[in-house]
């Protein structure tokens, strides 16, 4: 019997190392954020198996508002503090949800997800937003996925701390 790391997840160490570079030479030349999370969410989407959503809150104020992302359309305005994704930001953490529907106040976007992980960015050492990622599977994400999107995280934090413009954008 496999292990939930090897049947959850498509990534294997090898590949994963080379998607990050992918992602990094994808957003390192470009400054402008909405382009990079734009790019970035196109980038995981297509390489994550079994999502149906991929995508970027950004905070203003005490608001998370929806950002670049892939799948459908979804939820404009969270509440700081609530569901996985205000939650997470708030907490600044990671949260992995096995089963999003034992989630207290999660916000149901798209009714096929059923699990989600949300992993909050930062830059100038303040939490910005978040890189939320919904599946249509329950536990989904493994500890693999986890590390492996966390460092994806930290890629886009640097594309974000590019963006001279980006003090203004907010
Ligand atoms: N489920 C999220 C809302 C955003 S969608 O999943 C795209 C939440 O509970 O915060």
């Given at each position: 019997m496999s292990t939930s790391n090897e049947t959850n997840s498509k990534i294997e160490p090898p590949l994963s190392t080379t998607l990050l570079k992918s992602l990094r030479v994808l957003l390192e030349?470009?400054?402008d954020t909405i382009a990079n999370l734009a790019n970035a969410s196109a980038f995981i989407f297509e390489h994550?198996?079994?999502?149906?959503w991929v995508g970027f809150y950004l905070l203003k104020e005490e608001t998370l508002v929806l950002g670049p992302f892939q799948g459908k359309p979804a939820c404009v305005r969270i509440q700081n503090g609530k569901g996985v994704c205000g939650t997470a930001t708030k907490a600044d953490k990671t949260y992995v949800v096995p089963?999003?529907?034992?989630?207290?106040?999660h916000i149901a976007c798209?009714?096929?997800?059923k699990s989600e992980i949300v992993i909050p960015l930062h830059a100038n050492g303040a939490v910005v937003g978040c890189l939320d990622i919904d599946s249509?599977?329950?536990?989904?994400?493994?500890q693999a996925d986890r590390e492996w999107l966390e460092e994806a995280g930290k890629i886009i934090e640097q594309a974000i701390k590019n963006d001279v413009f980006w003090k203004e954008l907010n």
């Open positions: 030349d470009e400054p994550l198996s079994k999502v149906n089963n999003v529907h034992e989630f207290p106040g798209d009714a096929a997800s249509p599977e329950y536990d989904r994400f493994s």
